[in-house]
């Protein structure tokens, strides 16, 4: 499963997510593999299968939607255009005004 190193002080959740789907895709794994190792794996492992992991009727639609497929080039999937979390959409414009915001606390606190 991916994401599970978050504790590691030099291992920032999100941003490191995608380094280590790349990594992932370089050890041999296909890109459908390594999302999956974020996605369909976690749930499985927490025996929520049923509702969360892929996209399918009646699941929790939390989603990251991509300008590009990471199934062509894993990298890709730094590329989002929108996260959609508890039926609230974040489009990029939202996301990256948060990301600044979360900066300059980031800068204000070190």
Same mark, same amino acid.
């Given at each position: 499963?991916?994401?599970?190193?978050?504790?590691?002080?030099?291992?920032?959740?999100?941003?490191?997510?995608?380094?280590?789907? /790349?990594?992932?895709?370089? #050890?041999? *794994?296909?890109?459908? =593999? &390594?999302?999956?190792?974020?996605?369909?794996?976690?749930? @499985?492992?927490?025996?929520?299968?049923?509702?969360?992991?892929?996209? /399918?009727?009646?699941?929790? #639609?939390? *989603?990251?939607?991509? =300008? &590009?497929?990471?199934?062509?080039?894993?990298?890709?999937? @730094?590329?989002?255009?929108?996260?959609?979390?508890?039926?609230?959409?974040?489009?990029?414009?939202?996301?990256?005004?948060?990301?600044?915001?979360?900066?300059?606390?980031?800068?204000?606190?070190?």
């Amino acid at each position: 499963m991916s994401g599970t190193d978050v504790l590691n002080p030099y291992c920032f959740p999100g941003f490191s997510l995608h380094d280590e789907l /790349e990594l992932f895709v370089q #050890a041999g *794994l296909s890109p459908m =593999e &390594a999302l999956q190792t974020a996605t369909l794996n976690p749930a @499985r492992f927490l025996g929520k299968e049923k509702d969360l992991g892929t996209v /399918e009727k009646g699941k929790i #639609a939390d *989603l990251v939607l991509l =300008e &590009a497929s990471p199934l062509e080039n894993i990298g890709n999937s @730094r590329k989002i255009d929108a996260v959609v979390v508890k039926g609230r959409l974040f489009p990029k414009a939202e996301l990256q005004k948060m990301l600044a915001d979360v900066e300059t606390l980031a800068r204000r606190a070190s």
